[in-house]
């Protein structure tokens, strides 16, 4: 799969180091693409032993430098969330219209944008049973 292009190119690696992590369903954008680094499983110590990470432009380069470097994760995507899902209790969802950042596993990116149809249609009383198709484009 080809992987979505950053929002723009020229703010890669200028976004906050710690962000959320997963969640929300949805996704806007994406902003760059991150490969954590851990000195205690082989990456160079270049912190005093704390984990850091390398920003991407694209997928595809975040993957080689990961395949190619000791003690470093598979790449992570760092999207936007302008609106998103909130599920504090299994099967309770809730509309957050607010903005986040937050790390994603790339295959969650399989799953279309958001558009402005996604999260009423996900809410909605006539869903089918199983909301997720919705996300994955699916119905």
């Known amino acids: 799969m080809n992987y979505p292009f950053v929002k723009d190119v020229d703010l890669v690696g200028s976004y ?6 997963g969640g929300g369903y949805v996704w806007d954008e994406v902003l760059e693409y991150r490969v954590w680094c851990h000195p205690h499983d082989g990456a160079p110590n270049t912190d005093d032993g704390n984990d850091y990470y390398y ?6 380069e975040a993957c080689i430098y990961s395949q190619n ?7 992570l995507a760092l999207i936007l969330q302008k609106e998103y899902i909130d599920e504090r209790e299994p ?17 969650f990116l399989k799953r279309p944008r958001r558009t402005s149809r996604t999260i009423p249609d996900f809410l909605s009383p006539n869903a089918p049973v199983n909301r997720l198709d919705i996300l994955r484009g699916s119905v």
């Open 69 to 75: 470097n000791p003690g470093t994760e598979d790449p």
């Open 91 to 107: 099967g309770a969802y809730i509309h957050v219209k607010r903005e986040r950042l937050t790390e994603w596993p790339v295959e």
């Open 55 to 60: 920003v991407f432009d694209t997928y595809e």
């Open 16 to 21: 906050p180091a710690v962000v959320n992590s």
